[in-house]
Nanobody, 123 residues
Framework: QVQLVESGGGLVQAGGSLRLSCAAS????????IGWFRQAPGKEREWVSC????????YYSDSVKGRFTLSRDNAKNTVYLQMTSLKPEDPAVYYC????????????????WGQGTQVTVSS
């Protein structure tokens, strides 16, 4: 049974940092592109970042570029999203998801999703 579990969310002050984790069971994350999405209340789901399966290339939305860093630890079968300089517009539930072929900004192309982890930023 495939399961993705996000963790690491919480409350942080604006300008602070958090590291989110996406741990997998039932599949090997290294074989997949892993995307991160977020959804704030009343807003559409937004693509945040992706790490490719082929060469580990990373991609970021303009809203987080330069502040967020995506990495992969194959030994732990875990992907990390390091978030720094958090802003009042970053709060949302953050989700990780797998994509069979390559990074995509479209959530419909992703197959397995985690349950999400809440990020809250206080000003």
């Amino acid at each position: 049974q495939v399961q993705l579990v996000e963790s690491g969310g919480g409350l942080v002050q604006a300008g602070g940092s958090l590291r989110l984790s996406c741990a997998a069971s039932g599949l090997t994350l290294d074989y997949y592109a892993i995307g991160w999405f977020r959804q704030a209340p009343g807003k559409e789901r937004e693509w945040v970042s992706c790490i490719s399966s082929s060469d580990g290339s990373t991609y970021y939305s303009d809203s987080v570029k330069g502040r967020f860093t995506l990495s992969r630890d194959n030994a732990k079968n875990t992907v990390y999203l390091q978030m720094t300089s958090l802003k009042p517009e970053d709060p949302a539930v953050y989700y990780c998801a797998t994509e069979d072929y390559s990074c995509s900004g479209y959530g419909d192309e992703y197959d397995y999703w985690g349950q999400g982890t809440q990020v809250t930023v206080s000003s």
